[in-house]
């Protein structure tokens, strides 16, 4: 089992800057992969950003050049900086775990085994 709470979600105006963070707990050495997947009322999770153990990464285009994700293994908690924020990024933001090992990046829905809460982040125009 691992523990997901991320924080840091809050109501910025476009062009501002916001760092979501997740702090992870329990098995940790069972994680594979830590990502942050985003929903928007009506709309289909997506994934944002993952981070593989092996260091590979993944961005979905409409963030590339203005998301970063990090991880500090010694604090066991995931960041997403998040820049330039535009009001499409509004969204509820969440942290997820992949536990098997794979070849390729996860990056379906289905692939990842633990979820936190959720973080809401609010673009305002």
């Avoid at 691992?2 to 994680?31: D, K, P, T």
């Avoid at 509820?92 to 990842?112: D, F, N």
């Amino acid at each position: 089992q691992v523990h997901l709470v991320e924080s840091g979600g809050a109501v910025v105006q476009a062009g501002g800057s916001l760092r979501l963070s997740c702090a992870a707990s329990g098995n940790i050495s069972s994680i594979n992969a830590m990502g942050w997947y985003r929903q928007a009322p009506g709309k289909e999770r997506e994934l944002v950003t993952t981070i593989c153990s092996d260091g590979r990464e993944y961005y979905t285009d409409s963030v590339k050049g203005r998301f970063t994700i990090s991880r500090d293994d010694a604090k066991n908690t995931l960041y997403l900086q998040m820049n330039n924020l535009k009001p499409e990024d509004t969204s509820m933001y969440y942290c997820a775990v992949a536990t098997t090992k794979r070849l390729w990046i996860p990056i379906g829905v289905h692939e990842y085994d633990y979820w936190g809460q959720g973080t809401q982040v609010t673009v305002s125009s």
